[in-house]
């Protein structure tokens, strides 16, 4: 019998932000965006007021992880982390969820949608930001038949 191997993969992405942003307003801001937008969650266990929240992306084992620092991260326009999603509907989904919100809140940043064609591969994306340093970058990858 063959064994299966499983690789290791990425968990959780990890930022710091000014403690102002963690006080209740904020932390209900960033979670009703990222929550409306992407469907992620509070792990209330990990909340502190002003220190710390932690939203689950998914499942248990898939977080963002905030904390409150006096020197907070600061960031460039690439400075993003990815999400890939299994079809074109999901991407566009999120996509409209995010321009949705984005017209109600002026705090959202959203860059258009854009496709890379690499031949065999054509790659769907696109970045939102609301309110935290990382952007998101949502992509859907388009493998063409050989």
Do not use: C
């Not at 984005?102 to 994306?125: I, P, Q, Y």
């Amino acid at each position: 019998m063959t064994e299966t191997k499983n690789h290791p993969r990425f968990n959780h992405v990890a930022m710091t932000v000014p403690a102002d942003l963690l006080d209740e307003d904020g932390r209900r801001a960033i979670l009703d965006f990222y929550g409306e937008v992407f469907g992620w969650q509070e792990l209330p266990t990990e909340t502190i007021d002003r220190k710390r929240l932690v939203m689950m992306a998914y499942e248990f084992g898939q977080f963002v992880f905030i904390e409150a620092d006096d020197k907070p991260m600061t960031t460039t326009s690439i400075d993003h982390y990815g999400m890939s999603v299994s079809t074109l509907a999901e991407l566009e989904d999120f996509y409209a969820k995010a321009k949705a919100y984005s017209e109600r809140d002026d705090r959202t940043v959203l860059e258009e949608k854009m496709l890379d064609n690499f031949g065999v591969l054509e790659l769907h994306a696109f970045y939102v930001r609301h309110l935290l340093p990382l952007k998101v970058e949502v992509q859907y990858f388009d493998w063409k038949q050989q």
